[in-house]
């Protein structure tokens, strides 16, 4: 069990390209969740689904935003078109109702 | 809307001293309350959950507490080493393990 893990670590894009995030999940876990972590907002949640299925997606910024969950083990984030501001590092989650949340690495955006 | 706040924002202590981080939370209808470490450039491990019926938990020289009645939070640190540096976060769940992040603090524990 490799824990959650994220693709890519790093990725630097101009300013209208798209950009996909990837997490790849352990498995026997419900719920699934994006934060994105800035320093001047710190961590905020932008999606999360349970059982596959998206719950609340009151956090995602604006329509440019938008995630898939395809499987319990793989999901996407993607954002189109990127802009400066969406630069952060975005981390996927899982967990279950009462028990601690597992994190990725976090995947460090920079658009230019 | 649940806010969630950390003091103080940075520490820095000598090792071997014992020091208290401090959480605080506006609305007290919580399901739990995790504490979680990060260090520069990457994740967030869990430290401890407790559940809104708990008091506190232990784990090895960390001990947090819980009153959710007046909506706060400390995570206790027991001798303090140089490792124990990072940012700790501590957040808060209002059902369905949706959590809300304080701003986190800072420690540096000095040789």
């Not at chain 1, 876990?29 to 961590?43: A, E, K, P, V």
């Not at chain 2, 605080?24 to 260090?39: E, G, K, M, P, V």
Request: contains cysteine; proline residues 4%; aromatic residues 8%.
């Amino acid at each position: 069990d490799a824990g959650v893990i994220q693709s890519p670590r790093h990725e630097v894009t101009e300013m209208g390209q798209e950009v996909t995030l990837r997490c790849k999940l352990i498995s026997g876990h419900n719920s699934l969740f994006w934060y994105r972590q800035t320093m001047m907002r710190g961590l905020e949640l932008l999606i999360y689904f349970n059982n596959n299925v998206p719950i609340d997606d009151s956090g995602m910024p604006e329509d440019r935003f938008s995630a898939k969950m395809p499987n319990a083990s793989f999901s996407t984030l993607k954002i189109q078109p990127s802009e400066p501001r969406d630069s952060a590092v975005y981390f996927c989650a899982q967990g279950d109702s009462n028990t601690e949340a597992f994190f990725g690495q976090g995947t460090r955006l920079t658009v230019v | 809307k649940q806010e969630v706040t950390q003091i103080p924002a940075a520490l820095s202590v000598p090792e071997g001293e014992n020091l208290v981080l401090n959480c605080s939370f506006t609305d007290s209808a919580i399901y739990n309350l995790q504490w979680f470490r990060q260090d520069p450039g990457k994740g967030l491990t869990s430290l401890l959950l407790i559940q809104s019926s708990q008091r506190e938990q232990t784990s090895g020289r960390l001990n947090a507490s819980l009153d959710k009645s007046s909506g706060r939070s400390t995570l206790y640190i027991a001798a303090s080493q140089p490792g124990d540096s990072a940012t700790y976060l501590c957040a808060v769940s209002g059902g369905g393990n949706k959590l809300t992040f304080g701003t986190g603090t800072q420690l540096k524990v000095e040789l």
